[in-house]
T-cell receptor
Framework: AQSVTQLGSHVSVSEGALVLLRCNYS??????LFWYVQYPNQGLQLLLK??????LVKGINGFEAEFKKSETSFHLTKPSAHMSDAAEYFCAVSDGKSGNTGKLIFGQGTTLQVKP | GAVVSQHPSWVICKSGTSVKIECRSL??????MFWYRQFPKQSLMLMATSNEGSKATYEQGVEKDKFLINHASLTLSTLTVTSAHPEDSSFYICSARELGTRVILTQYFGPGTRLLVL
């Protein structure tokens, strides 16, 4: 079975500071990994995805994530936080067992707070 | 880009009534749609996978008679919460897989429907 663990349910940074949101996964097969952002009372927006190509993945809004197989991690970073980045962030892994069904397993989520 | 809509965005109903939530892919055809449930301050839990023209596949612990899913066309899936009770109050989110492409690259999420059962 696959699983995702997001370390830290709440992260607070100052505007302009580095953003680091941690995600570790467990998978018996090569995983596909995703980061999504959710603003209050809205659905999910895809930030970026890893699909076995380049290990450093660049996404929208200046975010990027690096797949590290040896550490089973897929941490999300952004060099300089903006107030508009305040939201809930979810890491997800595709269920390899289901193959192309696209079933996603989500982490618990991390709330990012950006202080002025 | 691909857009998924949900209707209604908000619904308040009395206990015992049934509520239907629609999920539409607006500019693409979707063979597969997924229904998630999200409680406040929690993650998304997959409820079921809906395939066009066939029965939905429910996750363990999800009552299929309670949460009826219909995927009658390539652009519409509906979730009906039957005989709703206060514990069914939640945020329901759907996602859609684009026809003919690898799902991991083309799954789009709707904006969600908030259900409050009184």
């Amino acid at each position: 079975a696959q699983s995702v663990t997001q370390l830290g349910s709440h992260v607070s940074v100052s505007e302009g500071a580095l953003v680091l949101l941690r995600c570790n996964y467990s998978s018996s097969v090569p995983p596909y990994l995703f980061w999504y952002v959710q603003y209050p009372n809205q659905g999910l927006q895809l930030l970026l995805k890893y699909t076995s190509a380049a290990t450093l993945v660049k996404g929208i809004n200046g975010f990027e994530a690096e797949f590290k197989k040896s550490e089973t991690s897929f941490h999300l970073t952004k060099p300089s936080a903006h107030m508009s980045d305040a939201a809930e962030y979810f890491c997800a892994v595709s269920d390899g067992k289901s193959g192309n069904t696209g079933k996603l397993i989500f982490g618990q989520g991390t709330t990012l707070q950006v202080k002025p | 880009g691909a857009v998924v809509s949900q209707h209604p965005s908000w619904v308040i109903c009395k206990s015992g009534t049934s509520v239907k939530i629609e999920c539409r892919s607006l500019d693409f055809q979707a063979t597969t749609m997924f229904w998630y449930r999200q409680f406040p301050k929690q993650s998304l839990m997959l409820m079921a996978t809906s395939n066009e023209g066939s029965k939905a596949t429910y996750e363990q612990g999800v009552e299929k008679d309670k949460f009826l899913i219909n995927h009658a066309s390539l652009t519409l899936s509906t979730l009906t919460v039957t005989s709703a009770h206060p514990e069914d109050s939640s945020f329901y989110i759907c996602s859609a897989r684009e026809l003919g492409t690898r799902v991991i690259l083309t799954q789009y999420f709707g904006p969600g429907t908030r259900l409050l059962v009184l």
